[in-house]
């Protein structure tokens, strides 16, 4: 990471500054900063005004190397990364938990979780590893009842963690500005330094690869007269040096790397992991507000993909098939309608490969995703009753974005129904997974989804109206009389008295039709065919009904007949079929 070789070794470990709105986020990374980058600590004016985060704000604390991250002289720089807190920006937060390694949740000691908070830890499961909860504004409890607040709070904060990844996560109170905003700077911060001894412990080596292409989330971009433009950010992949060509793929333009900056220093090189203000060729800052810088030609622009995913557990109600969410694809957050999908239920235990999608296998269309208490389709319940809900290992998703995203391959990818009334207390992110697959043909329904093979089961049913020999029976009610009955021949069907038939063609005009039985009727089908016909006639001819009800339950189960076809969905002709 550094320089050169005679530069000191620095340590970069991103630290995620997450919670909810007003709990003291900024005012905390102010406390621990040493040095503020050009995003930090709401320098945007609205941000001023309005006193709260809009964007992600950056700022670093630098400390000596802690033992249990190598031997020899070097730093460790924490980069903080302030995120808002408001509901409406939860997208930004998506965007930058994506480039932390530890995360810290700060929660307001006199209120607890809030909501936003609940959202920030789901978020943090599913980007992060580690986690240091940081209960801010102890200064407001009385000092008498100050400690056993702490106590509290501290219980019940382990208590809500108990069953997720952060169980047993360290816990520490700190008054990051006592006395509120208003109070003079003289005033010193209560158990920062404490924080910044836990934050050491918790440090890890982060696995950096600068092989790859590189990938870059830029966050702000300002022009330097006479010098370009710069454009900060954090490197998700791969690794950058003075000279190289990026592209900046939302624009579609190549620029040519001048110069580097690490927080004020300049370098010639930086890596995954590394938080880099690059200069490059002038263009209008404008134009790039926020948003991704690669390898050119390395990202791919996609108008729909096939994802593999989790519910959230927090999130209440169904997962529709057809609904429509905000979808958070890498650092683009646009509209998606999804569609969901699970093995066949054969292969509902079978071992998935991770991160690939294996397109010679057959799908079971679902219309929600499978949970322990959804609706489960007919192949499904033919399962259920052997015994219990079964859940298949992994489900799928195809979703079709409303405009295109730029993103890289496997990137994640997070559900949320952002347009939730952001004061109702729900957990408003849905589903989390993996891009597999992402489909860059425009034309992506005629050239790529017909290699999708995910199908539904279709079940009809009708009866037998009359017998016509022993070999062959009449048909009704499994057709409307428009239907074509032709695409149906040869199709195989089964008598609910046991007998397998084939649909032999259509009978008269009204939806009928003629079924041949290969191995012949069973006498007992032929003399309940011929019993009931002989009814119908007799009723027919205005016989009293005595007759009828003394027989009624001879003849009070017709023999029906069943139908059951499969249909894969993005099949152009629509063929039917049976296995």
């Known amino acids: 990471m550094a320089a050169g070789s005679a530069a000191p070794r620095v340590l970069n470990v991103n630290v995620g500054v997450l919670g909810h709105i007003d709990s003291g986020k900024t005012a905390l990374a102010r406390a621990l900063s040493t040095t503020g980058s050009t995003a930090a600590f709401d320098r945007a004016p609205q941000s001023r005004a309005r006193g709260i985060t809009l964007d992600l704000g ?256 927090y999130f209440r109600g169904a997962l529709q098939t057809k609904a429509k969410f905000h979808i958070t694809v890498g650092h683009e957050t646009v509209m998606g309608r999804v569609m969901f999908f699970s093995p066949a239920p054969a292969d509902f235990n079978e071992e998935i490969k991770e991160n690939v999608f294996d397109f010679e296998k057959d799908y079971l269309y679902q219309e929600e995703y499978l949970s322990k208490d959804s609706n489960s389709s007919e192949e499904n319940k033919e399962n259920d009753q052997a015994g219990g809900v079964q859940l298949p290992r992994q489900q799928w998703a195809l979703l079709e974005f409303e405009k295109p995203v730029t993103c890289p391959k496997l990137c994640l990818v997070i559900g949320s129904k952002l347009d939730t009334d952001i004061h109702a207390n729900t957990c408003r992110l849905a589903f989390h997974g993996v891009l ?24 009809k049913e009708g ?35 046991g007998e397998d038939g084939i649909i032999d063609g259509g009978f008269g005009q009204s939806g009928k039709f003629k079924i041949r039985i290969p191995d012949g009727l069973k006498p007992d089908t032929k003399m309940l065919l011929t019993v009931a016909s002989k009814k119908k006639s007799k009723a027919g001819k205005g016989d009293t009904t005595k007759e009828d009800e003394s027989s009624k339950n001879d003849s009070a189960q017709p023999v029906t007949i069943s139908l059951l076809f499969k249909r894969y969905v993005f099949d152009t002709q629509k063929k039917m079929i049976q296995s």
């Open 58 to 313: 950056f700022s670093c604390l630098r400390t000596a190397l802690p033992p249990q991250l190598g031997p020899g002289p070097g730093e460790l720089q924490f980069t903080l990364v302030d995120c808002p807190g408001h509901a409406s920006l939860i997208r930004t937060i998506i965007g930058g938990a994506q480039i932390i390694d530890l995360m810290m949740l700060v929660i307001d000691v006199t209120k607890g979780m809030q909501t936003q908070s609940a959202e920030c830890l789901v978020i943090g499961q599913i980007a992060c590893q580690k986690m240091v909860v940081v209960l801010n504004k102890i200064d407001l409890l009385p000092e008498g009842k100050r400690q056993s607040a702490i106590e509290k709070m501290t219980k019940k904060m382990q208590k809500t963690l108990e069953n997720t990844k952060f169980c047993g996560c360290p816990i520490v109170a700190v008054a990051a500005k006592p006395g509120g905003p208003e109070a003079p700077e003289s005033e010193n911060p209560l158990g920062v330094s404490e924080l910044i001894e836990v934050l050491k412990s918790q440090a890890y080596l982060p696995s950096r690869d600068p092989s790859g292409h590189f990938l870059m989330a830029v966050d702000h971009c300002f022009s330097i007269k006479g010098q370009g433009t710069v454009m900060t950010g954090t490197i998700l992949s791969g690794s950058v040096s003075l000279g190289d060509n990026v592209e900046i793929p939302a624009l579609k333009v190549t620029k040519k790397v001048k110069s580097m900056q690490m927080f004020h220093t300049p370098v010639t090189y930086a890596m995954q992991g590394d938080r880099v203000g690059i200069c490059v060729t002038q263009f209008d800052p404008k134009l790039l507000e926020r948003g991704l810088i690669c390898t050119p030609e390395s990202l791919h622009t996609i108008h729909a993909a096939i994802i593999s995913l989790k519910k959230i557990q």
């Open 463 to 497: 009866q037998v109206e009359r017998v016509m020999d022993d070999y062959s029976v009449i048909g009704r009610s499994l057709f409307k009389k428009e239907t074509n009955i032709q695409i149906f021949v040869g199709l195989k069907v089964k008598l609910s008295t």
């Open 436 to 459: 597999l697959q992402g489909m860059e043909d425009k034309n992506y329904m005629e050239s790529f989804l017909p290699k999708l093979k995910v199908y539904k089961l279709k079940h």
